[in-house]
Each structure stands twice: as C-alpha cells, then as structure tokens.
Nanobody, 119 residues
C-alpha cells in the first residue's frame, strides 16, 4: 500500500502561481509513477501530469502544457506540481496519485487539495 498526502492548494488570482506537493509513504520502493489529476465542479476527472519514478519522464495534459511543471524528489518520495499562469478554468480539486510496478495503474490516491483561481 502507498499513502499519499497533498498540500499547497489555495486561492490565487488569475496569472498567479501555486505549488502543490504530494508526500508518499508506505511501499514507496514499488512506485512506478506518480501523477496529478483534477476534477472541476460538474466535470469528470482530468489528467494533469505524471512523472515516471525511474527516469523522470514527464507527461502533461494539453490544457496545462507550458504552464505546469511536475518534478520529483526521490530521496523524500515527494512529487510537486508547479503551476504558473493560472487561469480560472484551472479551478478544481487536485489529487495526487501513484502507480506501482505491478499494475502500472494509478491505484493509490490522496484526499485532494482545492485550487481556486479568481478572475
């Protein structure tokens, strides 16, 4: 099992920046990748970004490319999401997720942290 705890959400004006962090604990040696997803009110879950633990490969959703950056700290088993040039449409609950080596699916989820961007 892997436990995930997010931090760093909040309220920011459009054009501003926020940094989210996700700390993993438990069977972290078995992590294949970690990622961020978001869910806006009345909408489905949207992929934001992911990073592969072994080589640091990153992938981004089209709506955040060029504005968001995902990074990892292997020693601390932490993944961060730097969000710049925020837009009101980025308002959502952001969740951290982890995939293990066995299934390589995002089976582990944090509680989520709210990001609100005002216009």
């Amino acid at each position: 099992q892997v436990q995930l705890v997010e931090s760093g959400g909040g309220l920011v004006q459009a054009g501003g920046s926020l940094r989210l962090s996700c700390a993993a604990s438990g069977r972290t040696f078995n992590i294949y990748a970690m990622g961020w997803f978001r869910r806006a009110p009345g909408k489905g879950r949207e992929f934001v970004a992911q990073i592969t633990w072994s080589d640091g490969s990153t992938y981004y959703g089209d709506s955040v490319k060029g504005r968001f950056t995902i990074s990892r700290d292997n020693a601390k088993t932490t993944v961060s999401l730097q969000m710049n040039s925020l837009k009101p449409e980025d308002t959502a609950n952001y969740s951290c997720a982890a995939a293990d080596q066995v299934g390589r699916r995002f089976d582990y989820w944090g509680q989520g942290t709210q990001v609100t961007v005002s216009s």
